[in-house]
């Protein structure tokens, strides 16, 4: 797809590896990036006003998210009435999820971007709080066909703590949670080994919980390994 990302939405999950292996100036096996969906987490304290400024001409009030992918791809179309998922003629799939509110009892924040009927409804995930309230990296990629992409990710650290984490729970899929643990070495590897300014023990992680923070050796190669599933990108 063409265009960028607004502040308030962030693309996390298997595409945001794309704008990793930008910022690490390397190419990243295929294996790793087979995905067909995207999930855009949608911060809802974020200001519309800050969207529509990255957009310019879009009415990201009246229109949303769907009408921001319909600008992208005129195929793009709901899956049904309050759906979280759009998909295109090709099969892409779009989610559009956000974190559960901190106080259960509290009034939930608004779902949609927005005021559309047609607008997609964001779910709520266990787990998502920390890559909302972590730093964020951008990076502009080359799509399928060619052209530039925008992508706004949460910080790769973050990233790849939180694959940790979804690695590790029973009540996750099998068949993601070795997508994830091998995404979490993968992206701690490129960190340690191209991105060295960007520590584990960085206060700016302070939204991660310092027991996940803690564990991160455990993704962290050992300085004795090579030939982690890194390709350089010359």
Not at 70 to 85: I, L, N, Q, Y
Not at 101 to 123: N, Q
Request: net charge neutral.
């Amino acid at each position: 797809m063409t265009g960028e990302a607004g502040a308030g939405i962030r693309v996390v999950g298997t595409h945001a590896l794309f704008a990793y292996e930008r910022l690490a100036g390397l190419r990243i096996a295929s294996g790793h990036l087979a995905t067909g969906d995207v999930d855009l987490p949608f911060d809802a304290r974020a200001r519309l006003s800050l969207v529509a400024e990255a957009l310019p001409g879009a009415d990201l009030r009246r229109e949303g998210l769907i009408g921001l992918l319909r600008g992208v791809d005129r195929s793009f179309e709901p899956t049904g009435p309050e759906s979280v998922r759009a998909v295109n003629r090709d099969g892409v799939m779009v989610d559009l999820i956000q974190p559960p509110p901190k106080h259960r009892m509290a009034r939930g924040p608004r779902t949609r971007i927005g005021s559309s009927p047609e607008d997609l409804s964001a779910v709520e995930i266990e787990g998502l709080t920390w890559l909302v309230n972590c730093p964020e990296v951008s990076a502009t990629t080359i799509d399928a066909r060619g052209y530039p992409v925008g992508l706004v990710v949460p910080d790769p650290r973050a990233f790849a703590l939180h694959k940790a984490w979804l690695a590790a729970r029973g009540d996750r899929d099998p068949l993601k949670r070795g997508r994830d643990a091998g995404q979490a070495r993968l992206v701690a590897a490129l960190v340690a080994e191209r991105l060295p300014h960007l520590p584990f023990d960085d206060p700016a992680l302070g939204a991660i919980p310092r027991a996940l923070r803690d564990r991160a050796a455990e993704i962290l190669p050992r300085p004795a390994e090579s030939g982690d599933p890194l390709e350089p990108g010359w």
